[in-house]
């Protein structure tokens, strides 16, 4: 059984730009969260996704949006990219949110 | 808002030795995980606990939760080597479904 896979594995963008990471989840899993991973911060909650619909949102500003399609795939977009922007962003899925989470290998973004 | 500490956040070892990490959390949660990471590699499952009492041990890894004290401990019996990683708790509190709030992260070395 496939894992949940994200693309790209490595991204090196500017300032200002914007960005837009992949997420497909383990097949059957119809809930997909997002975290940004940083020395400083640590782990932090972006967003989750459920049927194509968001339920939970963290505590990041507006630059940064998601979505779901209805094969539960999710993308996130990070516009007018700053330097802080540059992290680990991972995705994890799961059945419905509410077991066990199951995590990507990450999108290394680096924001020059 | 949930908190969740962790400690100690770095932990140096002896081969064979025991230890336990601590997790506290702020505010009453019905699901509790510990999560592994090696260096520049995703998050692995590694224990999931959903009720007062519940111990896990998988190899040389024994996880306990109190929901009581809101505490959450890891044990590490007779350390090797394989076992140095960052480990870290997570909570989910509600009906916050695929939203996890982290711990800091220990840092843990087993060294001879």
Request: net charge positive; glycine share 12%; hydrophobic share 35%.
């Given at each position: 059984k496939a894992g949940v896979t994200q693309t790209?594995?490595?991204?090196?963008?500017?300032r200002g730009q914007q960005v837009t990471l992949s997420c497909s989840p383990i097949s059957g899993h119809r809930s997909v969260s997002w975290y940004q991973q940083t020395p400083g911060q640590?782990?932090?909650?972006?967003?989750?996704?459920?049927?194509e619909t968001q339920r939970n949102k963290g505590n990041f500003p507006g630059r940064f949006s998601g979505r779901q399609f209805s094969n539960s795939r999710s993308e996130m977009n990070v516009s007018t990219l700053e330097l802080g922007d540059s992290a680990l962003y991972l995705c994890a899925s799961s059945i419905s949110g509410h077991e066990k989470l199951f995590f990507g290998s990450g999108t290394q973004l680096s924001v020059l | 808002e949930l908190k969740v500490e962790q400690n100690p956040l770095f932990l140096s070892m002896q081969e064979g030795k025991n230890y336990t990490i601590y997790c506290?959390?702020?505010?009453?949660?019905?699901?509790?995980?510990?999560?592994?990471q090696d260096p520049g590699k995703s998050l692995e499952s590694l224990f999931v606990l959903?009720?007062?009492?519940?111990?896990?041990?998988?190899?040389?890894?024994?996880?306990s939760l109190d929901t009581k004290a809101r505490l959450s401990t890891l044990h590490i019996t007779a350390a090797v080597h394989d076992l140095?990683?960052?480990y870290?708790?997570?909570?989910?509190?509600?009906?916050?479904?695929?939203?996890?709030?982290?711990?800091?992260?220990?840092?843990?070395?087993v060294h001879p």
């Open positions: 790209p594995r490595y991204l090196i963008k500017t640590g782990l932090q909650f972006l967003f989750e996704y459920f049927s | 506290n959390y702020s505010t009453t949660s019905d699901r509790l995980y510990w999560y592994r959903l009720s007062n009492g519940a111990v896990k041990q998988e190899g040389r890894l024994m996880a140095s990683a960052t870290f708790c997570a909570v989910a509190g509600g009906t916050s479904y695929g939203k996890l709030t982290f711990g800091q992260g220990t840092i843990l070395t």
